[in-house]
Each structure stands twice: as C-alpha cells, then as structure tokens.
C-alpha cells in the first residue's frame, strides 16, 4: 500500500493551498480517509477524515470552516483544500487510510503516507 501525498509547499498567511494525496495498493473506495498534521516537537494530530463514499467529512475545531477534505474515488485520490491559512497551520501532513465501516474519533489509522510540508509564514 502506497499514499503519496502532494501539494505542500511555503504560503502566506491568508493564501490557500491544496493536498492531495494518490492511493495505490488498496481498494480506495474501501477506505475512510483521513489527514493528519504533526508539527515541529508536537504530537501528530487529527485535521479531517471523509466516509468510504465521501458523503459523510469531519473536522477538527481548529479547521473547521477553513479546510475541505474531498475524494475522488475513480481516482483513488483524497483532497485537503486549505483557506486561510495561518502560521499556526504549519506542519507535515500526513494522509491515512482506515479499513473501518464508519470514522469515529480517536480510532487507529491502517496506512499512513510520508507526508508534505506545508509552511505557513506570516
């Protein structure tokens, strides 16, 4: 199983930027996908997740209303549009997959990407 995630990179604050992140090795559409974020001396932690069929998103509060998490399961590709970004978006995100029927918080991520930097300077 392979998660290649993309689209990392140095912004400003207040710009926007996209993640996305190619899946290969598993059957996408079998999977809740999730991003993660983990900066610099900080535990890594939990930014979105969407359903097996992309009906169903979840947010942390501290996103929530800037970033979107879509997928495109014929394209085995899941998507983290981030708005207005701040200094404190700043970390290496991660792309995951979880084989579960349905998210619920807290739970254990199956595969997980390498991750790409997003730098967000002020």
């Known amino acids: 199983v392979q998660l290649q995630a993309c689209g990392g990179?140095?912004?400003?604050t207040g710009d926007s930027a996209t993640l996305s992140c190619a899946a290969s090795g598993l059957?996408?559409?079998?999977?809740?996908m999730g991003w993660f974020r983990q900066a610099p001396g900080?535990?890594?932690?939990?930014?979105?997740?969407?359903?097996?069929?992309g009906?169903?998103?979840y947010y942390a509060d501290s996103v929530k209303g800037r970033f979107t998490i879509s997928r495109d399961n014929a394209k085995n590709?899941?998507?983290l549009q981030m708005n207005s970004?701040?200094?404190e978006d700043t970390?290496?995100?991660y792309c995951a997959g979880d084989s579960s029927l349905s998210y619920s918080s807290g739970r254990h991520f199956d595969y997980w990407g390498q991750?790409?930097?997003?730098t967000v300077s002020s």
């Open 9 to 12: 990179g140095l912004v400003q």
């Open 27 to 32: 059957t996408f559409s079998s999977y809740i």
């Open 42 to 53: 900080e535990e890594r932690d939990f930014v979105a997740a969407i359903s097996r069929s």
């Open 55 to 57: 009906r169903s998103t």
């Open 77 to 79: 590709t899941v998507y």
């Open 85 to 87: 970004l701040k200094p």
């Open 91 to 93: 970390a290496v995100y």
């Open 115 to 118: 991750g790409t930097q997003v």
